[in-house]
Each structure stands twice: as structure tokens, then as C-alpha cells.
């Protein structure tokens, strides 16, 4: 694995291509050498402001060209990049703001009324505003401009006054240092209270380098369409530096409307997507004409039931994209990613096979023997883009790495799956969503919510469904299941359809107790379904 920064690590890689372009940005084109030009002068600023080696910022953005020119000026001196979710209130930005010890504060205009509140509490930290319209062609600035520019406190700048500070100022680069800090990315809180993931630079780089030696076919100048922001680990690693560090030509798209997406991507035409099931489904449902010219179509986030993956595969191959959509599996605490399908290593219904240098086994969560093919259990994998840790978290880094009879360090993901003899990944579901239950035999049995799930899902009418836990005093947990559907006008029969299908698939245990129809589920900041309200909402199933 690469021994270096990831401002180096990109460097060293596009050594030859610095007139090719890194970014197009609503069509103005970046190359390399502007690229780096631009990581220098915002890398002065920050030096000029008093950001040192081992100093943390904020920023509350999403993936414009001044935002990742930000994250690496900031790697250039040593400095580290706290990414938080655009969703935060201002009062939760506050306390990470504290709980971090940020020197600056980085957020983007659509916010200001939160970003006014945080400027206010912090007068003496610097604050740095960035516009949507900062990177646009001068034509299209005008309608998309911060409209209201007063009352801009002392201590806070626009991007362009912000690094005219850094004029005539030397910023030294920082050294390598193995396991040194580059960014922070937080956990998606689907079934906990998120956490801070410290990723190092050798994280990073061990993504883009694990990448570089799959079957996908990446090529240096290829298009490369990128929608994941940048406070994910999946936008981070995925979205910003693989295809920075492979020299391809990345469009920053930041407009989710579903219509603007499919004009984006029937204009751009990209050779690689990345995008998440949101954005996917959105996708599905528009009447694009061709992806011939696709090379990659991949989403994250979230697994598709085997139904879901054929729907994805038929509409592709039907608009001739001669592929499979290609899914994976990981977590914020390795970077996003650990196991992805890819060319020739496709299988449906499994989440593909280990990156290279990634070791993966399963083993019994109860008492941690090594399970068989084919055998279910938790999934841990041992690889060199495992987190430094959780941040100020050392008790929950503890909980999740541990070091085995190897002597290695292995992540234990709280997640359960199994593996097959070629080395594909099934995934069954989380362990914390796994709810004791009694039969009728009196006999403890255990459901499954993701096996309830993927039956729902076979209903025609259904649009997403999401499963959960209710404790009842004398049979556990009842099953309580929330739907989604495609209609307003299906009908009335949808439930009793539903629970004849479940009594047609599903061991009695597994019947869902109650059916909520909801016009939409709740999600995290991540976008993924927030199975935390869900449970609330099923201890007073009356109150949403």
C-alpha cells in the first residue's frame, strides 16, 4: 500500500496529466494543474489564519470544487477535515464544533440562518462561507448567487477574500506520518447515535490503490459522475479521491430533482455513476434513452432485495448497458467499502467478493469460532483501510476492533451474512435488528426483519418497506412492519395480500402483527431508513 498523503498520493498518480481535466463543475473544466494550484493557494489561507499540523476544521458543504480543494489544503499541512452532515441543526454543529476543538468553520450558503447562529457563538473562530456559484461559468453565476450578502461578521470570509489572506504566504507541506489523521466522517445513525470515524491517510489511499487492481475497467481521462456528498465515507472515498487518484475527469453534480439528474446524466454521458439508491430509484422511474456509453453503474447506501436487483438489471440492459448493476458491501469505519461486484465477478443476490488485501470471515457472534462456507454468522474483515478509530471514542473502538488468535486486527461489523466457496457475500440483516420472539409452542425463536422485508417486497404494490421490533410482556417482540407503496389508488386489499403472502413464505413468528402505510419512511442524514423512529413510532404506533 502506498507510504504517503492523500494530497501526495494524487500528485504522484496524475505526475503526467496535468493538463488533463480532474473536475467539470456545471461546465467549467478544471485540470490537474489548476486543481493543485487551487489545493496550494487554499492550503496558504489556512496557514495565513493559524491552522497547524493536527488542527481540526469543520465543514458543512457539499462536493463543489472549493469544498475539496479545502479538504486537501488542509491535508497539505497536516491539518484535518471534520465532515458533518448538512442535515445537523445549528445546535448539533455547535457541540461538534466544541466537541472537536475546530479552529475554523467551513459551511455552505444554502444554510446561512444556521450558520449566522454558529458564527454568533463562536466570535472568535474563522468562518469561511461557500456559494454554490463560486466555481460556475460567469453566465450562469448571476441566477444562482448568494442572494443576501449583508450582515457578514468580522470574522468570516467569502472563499475568493479568504484566500487572498494566503498571498505571499509560505505554507509548509507536512511529511508523511503512517496512521496520521486526514479526515473525520460520521456513522449514519440508523441504529445508534453516530460516531465520529477518524480515516487516516493511509485509509484513503488504501481504497483508491485496492480499486486500481479490480476488473473495473478505469481509465485515465475517463468521465466520471460523482453525486455523493462529501460528509459520507462512501462521497469521500468513492466519490472524490478514487477517481482523483485514477486521473479521470470527475463531474460534480449537487442538483438532486430527478429531472435535472437524468438531463445531467443524458448530457455528461459518464463512463463511470456512482450514486445512492435514492438517486437509483429516481433514475428507474425516467424515460432515459440510451447508457451504452456506460462503463459503470453503481450505487451505495443500501442493499436491493433480489426483485429490486433484477428490476435495476432489466431496465439497464433493456437502455443497452451490457452490465450488471454493480452494489457492495461496507461501512463508514473502512472507508465505505470492504466487497463490491464488478466485471465478471457478478452474482445476484450477493453484495460481490472481498477488495484486494481485504481478508473477510464469518464466525459465531456468541462465541467467535470461524463459521464454514455457506454457514451464517457475523461478518469481520481485516483490511488496510480499516479506521485509525472512532474519535475521543477509545471504549467503542475497542468494541469493534479487536485483535484475533492472527494477531491481526479485525473489525467486527455487527453485521450477519455468509459467504459462498467463490467468496460472494450474502447479506442477512444487522445483529442489533435481529428481535427474540415467542411461539406458539412457547419455544424463543428469532426474527429476522430483512428476510420479512425482502417477502413484502414481492408484492407488486408495495414501493419500500421497513421492519422493526414492538416488546410485548409475554411473546417478545411483535413484528411490525411499515410500508410504502407505489399508489394511492391500489386499493384496500394491499394488507390482507400482504399477510397472505407472509403466511405463504414465512414461519408464523415472522408474521407481521400490524401494517402502518406511510407516505414515506424516515431517514437518517446518510439517507438511509432511520430504523431508530421507526421503533418509536411502533411503541405508540398512534403518535406519527
Known sequence: MPECTVLQYIKNKNTNNLNGIALNYFGNRITYREFFENVDKVAKAFYAIGIRKGDIVTIDSLHTPETIYIIYGLNKIGAVANMVYLTLSANEIIENIKSTDSKA?????????????????????????????????????????LKNKKDILGKTYRFKNFLSLGEGVVAKEMLYTKSAPAVIVYTSGTTGVPKGVV??????????????????????????????????????????????????????????????VVQAFERIKPRHFVSGPVIVNQMLESNIKDMKFLSTFAGGGESLSIEQEKKVNSYLHNKGYNGNYVTGYGMTECCATVCTGMQGFYKEGTLGIPLPKVNMKIIDPENGQERKYGEEGEICFCAPNIMVGYFKNPKETDNIIKVHADGKKWIHTGDLGSVNQDGFLRFQGRIKKIYLTKGSDNSVYKLFPMQIENVLSRHSAVDKCAVVGRLNGEKGYLVIAYVTLKSKDIGDNVEKELRQLCRQELKENSWPFEYHFVEKLPTTGAGKIDFRTLEKWAENSDSF
Open 105 to 145: 468553520f467551513i459551511y455552505f450558503a444554502m444554510i446561512q440562518e444556521k450558520g449566522r447562529i454558529i458564527e454568533k457563538e463562536f466570535p472568535d473562530i474563522k468562518t469561511i462561507i461557500l456559494d454554490v456559484s463560486d466555481s460556475m461559468p460567469w453566465y450562469l453565476k448571476y441566477p444562482y448567487r
Open 199 to 260: 480515516l487516516s491517510n493511509d485509509n484513503l489511499n488504501a481504497v483508491a490503490e485496492q480499486y486500481s487492481y479490480t476488473t473495473f475497467d478505469f481509465r485515465m481521462g475517463d468521465s466520471f459522475m460523482d453525486m455523493l456528498p462529501p460528509f459520507l465515507g462512501f462521497g469521500i472515498s468513492i466519490g472524490i479521491h478514487l477517481p482523483l487518484a485514477l486521473g479521470m475527469k470527475t463531474t460534480l453534480w449537487i442538483d438532486i430533482e430527478p429531472d435535472k
